[in-house]
């Protein structure tokens, strides 16, 4: 059995990068949204033109920006999602929901300060990791039965 995973949430940190070298050796494909933060901004003024109001150039980023979010939650298995500690991510607590509503098994990772701002996302989640090594021993489980140690 092999697991399609989706790691959804900030994107100033490593924690992907951590959770794809813990998991080397399991069947397991990954993917994620854009996270160069300036493509994933402007891809829509870049590719249908120039907004002159803010909004709608946030907004035709963000509608292309879901093409890609959609398929991927849609296709995944599991559904991580990072919380991060400096930014507010309400497109990360937007695709928790999305992959709630689709009954997609949810990974919340997030530190103890973030747990009662999040606690109806957590309620979700059938995990809530406190670092990326905690998903791969979720993810190692899942797949193998073994637990960590």
Not at 50 to 62: I, M, Q, T, V, Y
Not at 89 to 101: I, M, S, T
Request: with cysteine.
């Amino acid at each position: 059995m092999g697991l399609t995973v989706y790691l959804s949430g900030e994107i100033h940190t490593d924690w992907r990068e951590r959770i794809i070298e813990g998991a080397q050796g399991l069947d397991v494909t990954f993917s994620a949204p854009v996270t160069d933060h300036a493509a994933s901004d402007d891809c829509g003024v870049a590719i249908l033109g120039a907004e002159p109001d803010k909004l709608w150039h946030d907004r035709k980023g963000a509608q292309i920006n879901a093409i890609r979010t959609r398929k991927a939650i849609a296709d995944a298995d599991v559904v991580v999602v990072r919380f991060g500690e400096k930014y507010r991510q309400w497109n990360a607590a937007f695709d928790a929901g999305y992959a709630a509503a689709l009954g997609k098994s949810l990974v919340i990772l997030q530190q103890p300060d973030h747990d009662h701002a999040l606690k109806e996302v957590d309620a979700a989640a059938l995990a809530v990791a406190r670092d990326p090594a905690q998903v791969v021993a979720i993810l190692r489980y899942v797949l193998t039965g073994a637990l960590p140690g």
